[in-house]
């Protein structure tokens, strides 16, 4: 049922906070808390300026006696400008975030398709996947590093790796993830939290 998918929501600043279902995101339209968004243009729709909005015969809708509403894809809300309060999850976005960016043995810049995650007290030797575990690493120091502790890599950490404090991310519903999210939130894969095994 369309009145049950996901919704993104955003905070006053244009931040992404987190997900509503439509139900519930209508709800915050039609009571004015919240304007709908639309993805293609960036343009602000209070409740009556969004249900005139002309749908699209292959757009969900929501269906009245009277009315026929585009689906909100994505919502602002007027009078919230924070960030809900929760646990920074460990992911690959947010380890690359915190390390800047770049190696952590030989400081080399990095995109993020040529990044990697080292364990400094590997797996194989009972290293658990956490924030003061892991960092970024090149290919190149990664292998030469391979299921060795430092010491006996011969290799030395640029710093050493903290948990981080006030960095926000949002959770993303995998299966339900709509492309017009892509304009306000970066790809899932890089939120998705990496787990101890």
Same mark, same amino acid.
């Given at each position: 049922?369309? !009145? ?11 931040? %992404?906070?987190?997900? /509503?279902?439509?139900?519930? /995101?209508? +709800?915050?339209?039609? =009571? ?7 993805? +293609? $243009?960036?343009?602000? @729709? ?11 015969? $292959?757009? /969900? ?10 689906? %909100? +894809?994505?919502?602002? !809300? ?7 309060? @929760? #646990? ?27 990044? *990697?995650?080292?364990?400094?007290? &590997?797996?194989?030797?009972?290293? =658990? =996947? ?9 290919? #190149? ?5 391979? $299921?060795? *502790? ?5 290799? #030395? ?15 993303? &519903?995998?299966?339900?993830? #709509? ?19």
């Amino acid at each position: 049922m369309v !009145l049950n998918e996901a919704t993104l929501v955003l905070n006053k600043g244009w931040a %992404p906070i987190g997900f /509503a279902s439509v139900r519930r /995101a209508m +709800e915050l339209l039609v =009571t004015e808390r919240a304007h709908a968004i639309l993805p +293609e $243009d960036y343009s602000v @729709h209070d409740f009556e300026s969004w249900a005139d909005l002309k749908v699209a015969s $292959d757009e /969900a809708r929501i269906r009245t006696v009277s009315l026929n509403i585009k689906v %909100p +894809e994505v919502i602002r !809300l007027v009078g919230y400008s924070g960030f809900p309060k @929760h #646990k920074l999850k460990l992911s690959r976005r947010n380890l690359f975030r915190r390390d800047k960016c770049s190696c952590q043995y030989c400081g080399r810049q990095l995109k993020s398709s040529d990044a *990697t995650i080292d364990h400094i007290i &590997p797996r194989a030797l009972g290293g =658990t =996947t956490t924030w003061l575990n892991c960092v970024i690493a090149c290919l #190149k120091c990664n292998m030469k590093k391979d $299921d060795k *502790t430092l010491a006996q890599a011969g290799m #030395k950490l640029l710093r050493q790796p903290v948990a981080p404090h006030g960095m926000t991310s949002i959770r993303v &519903p995998l299966f339900k993830k #709509k492309q017009s999210w892509d304009k306000f939130i970066s790809e899932a894969y890089w939120n998705v939290e990496l787990l101890p095994e």
